[in-house]
């Protein structure tokens, strides 16, 4: 287990260094070289602004010199100091936002992991049935239905109309005036929409894996053994099958971080909510260059430690991946 | 062949559905200037924000311009977002992975180590960070969603090539000294071209939502020029007071994405019944 997991996690480091190298080439999108005509034009990008690109990322120095310098930066976290106003460091704003990114992106995978799978296995257990047709169309209209346009209508509907949850935010303006009771209640009236919404777009994807995931298995051999020795339909498809049909999600909820983490940038700018997705979509709109760049980085290493963090439970849930 | 194929689409009610839609966007689109009952940018301060009507089937915007109009007008800018920027993705790919998948080894590694590094970062992030540095324009949308979503078409030619470059015919070519460039583009790519074709179709699909959300968000197709994304920008700054605006562009964007989605399972099916899911 511990030769597996070294070598993934030397298997991550060209991968690391690749993400580096792409930021890096967005970042010389940038208005910033002195020679470049169009930016000098360009009201948008100030002199001083371009003074501090300058100084941020080395600008004057040949390519390779910069690529190494602002490599060494990154390894330290030193993402450099925001744009802004408040000219705070880059890591301390999008550490102080993380959290509250993080928390909805995991609320929403357990929601995802809670209504995918019953869905998928009674839809396999109950193939061609009319549940598992209503299923298929919920799978295929909740692919082409654009997440933000459900959050416009849930909006309107739960918001304006009925009046039943908040639209913004994540707190009431008293909550400190709450019970802790009611901050909570509070709290999680705000999430609903959030992520209700973001695990949406999830689910549509990991319930139809899991249904012919549980297709496949109810085909194999072993349940064909357990049900010749005449164990119970209940305990042949809910023992034997859903345990193996489980073990590849594990992969799927590694690949849909990215995914989540990039939903975020939409659902927190509809529903006003101060986590790192809103800070990014901020930070692109008033060219906050250090953030934007800070926040690409860290949501491809994210990334990365979401595949990583899967493919090393599946190796623990399951031991022919270790030894092959 | 061609006749087979047509059969088994024909069949498929959903994916035939699925081909009237995308028709019927077409001719939509080409016929945006004698069918819209107003001008798509015709401002009009008398009748702003005006609810669903005989005179405005659709309502009319903050500027009291013509709701039916401008989504008329916004299915030509999204058919134009959506193939442009598949068509970039889908050459990137299809080069990119016939390479890879052609050629093994060392170009094969490398290409795919770059797919795997691409494929780390969030796709929204990537093409949000681009945007930052660039000015959000309609072409500027198409490239950068194109270069953004050519990863899956790369692993899918490489598959197919790596399948088909050890088939007898293959072999035959280079038996009579075809050149690499000949096999891969007269023997290879054809072979290839099903499974890039239903690729496509879903990625139109794909690339339509994408430019959507970042006209929603502002810093998409840029208005005045009327994209239905954009259009649903007004509609949250006026959610409490004008649904018709949130309710139809979405509509549109939900039934041209389906339609798409149907198109390009009903090709997949009619083209290898085998793969029917």
């Known amino acids: 287990m511990i030769r597996y997991v070294s070598k993934r996690l030397l298997f991550m480091i060209p991968l690391l260094l690749g993400i580096t190298i792409i930021c890096f080439t967005v970042m010389h999108l940038a208005p910033g070289s002195p020679t470049d005509m169009e930016t000098q034009m360009n009201p948008r990008a100030s002199a001083e602004a371009k003074e501090r690109l300058m100084a941020l990322y080395d600008l004057d120095k040949p390519l390779h010199v910069q690529y190494w310098l602002w490599l060494k930066k990154i390894a330290v976290l030193d993402l450099g100091t925001s744009f802004s106003q408040d000219r705070r460091p880059v890591d301390r704003k999008i550490l102080e936002r993380l959290p509250i990114t993080i928390l909805l992106n995991l609320l929403s995978m357990g929601l995802i992991l809670a209504v995918a799978i019953p869905l998928g296995v009674l839809s396999a257990v109950r193939q061609d049935s009319w549940f598992d047709r209503l299923a298929g169309i919920f799978v295929f209209v909740g692919f082409a239905v654009p997440t933000f346009w459900l959050a416009l209508l849930l909006m309107i509907l739960f918001g304006v109309e009925l009046g039943w949850l908040p639209i913004s935010g994540i707190r009431s303006l008293n909550y400190e005036y709450m019970t802790p009771g009611a901050a909570l209640w509070d709290l999680l009236k705000h999430l609903i929409l959030p992520v209700g919404l973001s695990a949406f777009g999830g689910l549509a994807g990991l319930s139809r894996y899991m249904r012919s995931n549980m297709l496949e298995v109810i085909r194999q051999d072993y349940i064909l053994t357990a049900r010749a020795k005449g164990l119970r339909e209940r305990t042949v498809i809910y023992k034997h099958a859903l345990r193996n049909a489980l073990l590849p999600v594990i992969t799927i909820l590694g690949l849909s971080v990215p995914g989540l983490i990039g939903g975020s940038v939409i659902f927190e700018t509809i529903f006003a909510i101060p986590g790192m997705g809103q800070l990014f979509y901020m930070s692109v709109m008033s060219r906050d260059y250090p953030v934007v760049m800070g926040i690409l980085l860290i949501g491809a290493v994210l990334t990365l430690l979401g595949n990583l963090l899967a493919d090393v439970s599946y190796a623990l849930a399951d031991p022919r991946i270790r030894v092959s | ?277």
């Open chain 2, 1 to 277: 062949m061609a006749g087979d194929f047509w059969q088994r689409f024909r069949k498929n009610r959903l994916a035939v559905a699925g081909l009237a839609v995308v028709v019927l966007l077409f001719v939509l689109s080409f016929l945006a200037p004698w069918i819209s009952p107003y001008d798509a940018g015709a401002i009009d301060l008398k009748s702003i924000l005006q609810p669903p009507s005989a005179k405005h089937p659709l309502g009319t915007d903050p500027l009291g311009r013509d709701v039916l109009s401008r989504m008329i007008w916004g299915a030509g800018i999204s058919l134009k977002v959506g193939f442009v920027a598949t068509g970039i993705a889908i050459v990137i790919g299809t080069l990119l992975g016939a390479a890879a998948g052609y050629y093994g080894r060392w170009v094969d590694a490398l290409i795919m180590r770059f797919v795997d590094i691409m494929l780390c970062f969030p796709t929204f992030f990537l093409i949000l960070a681009v945007i930052a540095f660039l000015e959000p324009s309609i072409w500027n949308i198409m490239i950068i969603i194109g270069a953004t979503g050519w990863m899956g078409i790369t692993r899918l030619v490489r598959a197919d090539f790596i399948s088909l470059k050890e088939r007898d015919f293959v072999l035959a070519a280079r038996a009579i000294g075809a050149s690499d460039a000949r096999i891969i583009f007269r023997h290879l790519l054809p072979n290839a071209m099903a499974s890039i074709l239903v690729a496509a179709t879903l990625g139109v699909a794909g690339a339509i939502l994408t430019e959507s959300a970042l006209s929603f968000l502002g810093i998409g197709v840029q208005p005045p020029t009327p994209s239905w994304g954009n259009m649903l920008t007004a509609g949250k700054d006026n959610i409490d007071i004008a649904w018709w605006l949130s309710l139809y562009p979405g509509l549109a964007i939900l039934v041209t994405v389906l339609g798409y989605n149907l198109l390009g399972e009903g090709i997949r099916d009619a083209l290898d019944p085998r793969l029917r899911r």
